[in-house]
């Protein structure tokens, strides 16, 4: 099941910070956090593991909540490299194999 | 972290022919991923590949449309077969290393007219 992302989007200006939310109505396993540039391949940014812990790259850090089968995705004093679409892939069992399902994506515009 | 090369990097194919996309990585790893993107879309499994066995297709996709192989630890193939329009879109592959991060080879956009 996909998990469901949101805001859809959102614009920023240089330094000002941004939370991203990713749920899902599955129990979940692990978080994996991407950025993708347009016409670039996704790049990983953090897996989140059982535990609610959270994690940190660079300016930018999650949280995961498994009780709420939900992570946040926090960008502190946003930079214009920021900007792209970020996806958060959580990890489910099926048919006793694990596999990653992304969300539909939050588009990060950060302007000068 | 892996780094996963893809050929072609694009194509322009005619409708009822099919392609052959090729994923290599530098280093051993034992789950390769074949995923689909749509333009503006999220990104969608296709199938798992692991060495040595069948691969493992999601809801939606069937071995006879993409047919893949994974004949050695450092690369696989998967192939476009009988290709419609519908079918136009970015194709990656993605390998899984020791700590559960996937990593991306750069896509190959496709086109069928």
């Known amino acids: 099941q996909q998990p469901v992302q949101s805001p859809q989007a959102v614009i920023l200006r240089e330094g000002e910070d941004a939370v991203i939310n990713c749920s899902s109505s599955?129990?979940?396993?692990?978080v994996h956090w991407y950025r993708q540039k347009h016409g670039e391949a996704p790049v990983f940014l953090m897996i989140?593991?059982?535990?609610?812990e959270q994690k940190g790259h660079e300016k930018i850090s999650a949280s995961f909540n498994e009780k709420k089968q939900q992570s946040s995705l926090y960008l502190t004093a946003s930079q214009l490299s920021y900007s792209g679409t970020y996806f958060c892939g959580t990890v489910t069992t099926q048919g006793g194999s694990e596999k990653l399902v992304f969300g539909k994506g939050t588009k990060l515009t950060v302007n000068p | 972290s892996a780094v996963i090369s893809q050929k072609p990097s694009r194509d322009i194919c005619q409708r009822g022919t099919s392609l052959t996309i090729q994923c290599q990585v530098d280093?051993?790893?034992?789950?390769m991923f074949w995923y689909r993107q749509q333009p503006g879309q999220s990104l969608t499994l296709i199938a798992t590949a692991n060495q040595g066995s069948e691969a493992t297709y999601e809801s939606g996709f069937v071995i006879d449309k993409f047919p893949i192989s994974r004949p050695n630890l450092t690369f696989s193939t998967l192939t476009v077969s009988n290709m419609s329009p519908e079918d136009s879109s970015i194709y990656l592959c993605?390998?899984?290393?020791?700590?559960?991060?996937?990593?991306f080879g750069p896509g190959t956009r496709l086109t069928v007219l």
């Open positions: 989140l593991l059982k535990g609610g």
């Open positions: 280093s051993q790893v034992t789950m």
């Open positions: 993605s390998v899984e290393d020791w700590g559960n991060e996937q990593f």
């Open positions: 599955k129990a979940l396993y692990s």
